[in-house]
């Protein structure tokens, strides 16, 4: 299965990846009427640590602890895309709190949302894929942890 | 063929079909539910009462998933014994149930403490089950008086849910804390005070209550209510278990393969007491995704498979009223916090491990903390300064960090 991987040294820490995230998602066909002015919940968030930046979303784990924690039922996974029905959540938070990655959030309605591939919105492909400067984020099939 | 048989119907009995079906498609499996329905999500049934969700989105699988699944399902029926010479199981109808594997996933019951007077009070309530989330919430209106015993997880969910019913609520609890189970005095204060300017009173403290009619009396305190609803913990549903000489303590006891002492027989959920990996204790961890990961191991295990839970450790993860707190593992040991007005987080580390946590407010990615717990992670290996400000993954050496993000996981 393809998955969203990043490379530390390439990422500028730009953001970029999280308002293209937002607006794919947003399901409105103008990046501004989507993003100005408004608070922003991306899917992926960029990571600052002591000399580095990196961006992480969700890795679509084989044995997915968000998964199994669900108390509402609500995550499940469809064709190995890990994914949310938000008319299920609850927004309790227990996802956030097992997922070792940090890659769950809340979306700013009181439930919890995750990248879900840009599967399913107009984007068809990850859209912080597409968009990042110096393609540091690729999606791409690899094999066990390298 | 193989002939399995679980008892319950809920979560872990659930995951422990998928457990099964993971390695043997074809075996026969026998659900005996005790409720009347398919599996649903009960921590969410606060939520039913404040009409978050309702009855058709509760479900926790799938309308097809028993039949997908090939499942023979009796539905209101109890196991009355187990006979683990014979290897049977007899619903209390006299059916006897023949099995090559046994989870017993029965959950717990509400307990109903001997209280002065409280047999003769009519209108109380349990709740635990979404039959009793249904009947609460047909019998609160606009102005009842509602009463809850038990300032636990249930009592004060029961309080949330309530609210959007009523406007007149009193948790009412032995303790003079909220929460003592699974939060400090600070941080049970800051949730106690949020719930309190939401609406909600409390009487804490109480000892020697007693009731009359509709009225409550303790040593230091008084309530008059319309409805009472009793939260005052469970207790494991082990009775056929221990009469057929199975070892329990608290619950029935299980090791990190989910077997008890009898031989073929595995336990998961709400009634297992197994290993809390944090502290090493033996406990009963009556938690929904820990009842997952439990039923998901005995059903592997039982289908021939050869699986280990053995990191299993409390978490809780809650809100009332917009306000999210979060607990981990086992509190204790040296302390790490932060405090900002009503935000707290406290980072507790044993031996230069993270053994335990209590977040309110700061709730983003908590995850990475508990995994660090999980996994036992030498905090010296990794950069604490930034990670005890902020959980980010970017405190993990380039190394850790390439293997949790650089291929399939």
Known sequence: ?146 | MKKYVIIGNGAAAVSCIEGIRSRDDTGEITVISEEDRPVYCRPLISYYLEDKTDAGRMNYRAADFYEKNGCRVLYGHRAAAIDPAKKTVTAEDGRAFPYDALCIASGASPAAPPLNGLDAVREKYFFTTLDDAEKLKAAVKRDTRVLILGAGLIGLKCAEGCRALTTDITVCNRSKQILSRILDADAAGIVRRHMEKNGVRFLLGCTDMRFEGNRMTAESAAADFDVLVLALGTAPNMAPFKAAGGETGRGILVNERLETSLPGVYAAGDCAEGLDASSGERKIMALMPIACMQGYTAGVNMAGGDRVYDDAFPINSFGFFGLHAMTAGTCGGDMYEERDGEKLKRLFMKDGRLCGFILVGYTARAGIYTSLIREKTPLDALNFELLKKTATTAAFPEAARRKKFGGVV
């Open chain 1, 1 to 146: 299965m393809k998955r969203i991987y990043v490379n530390e040294a390439w990422c500028l820490g730009c953001h970029l990846c999280e308002y293209n995230c937002a607006f794919a998602n947003s399901g409105l066909p103008d990046m501004v009427e989507a993003l100005k002015g408004k608070p922003i919940y991306p899917r992926i968030h960029v990571e600052e640590g002591d000399r580095i930046v990196y961006a992480v979303s969700c890795r679509h784990c084989t044995d997915p602890l968000c998964l199994r924690s669900c108390i509402a039922g609500a995550i499940s996974r469809e064709d190995g895309v890990i994914c949310i029905d938000k008319n299920k959540c609850v927004g309790c938070l227990t996802c956030v709190l097992v997922c070792p990655y940090g890659a769950l959030a809340p979306d700013g309605n009181g439930v919890m949302q995750k990248c879900e591939l840009c599967l399913k919105n107009a984007c068809g492909e990850p859209a912080c894929v597409t968009g990042c400067p110096n393609k540091a984020i690729v999606y791409e099939e690899r094999s066990e942890a390298v």
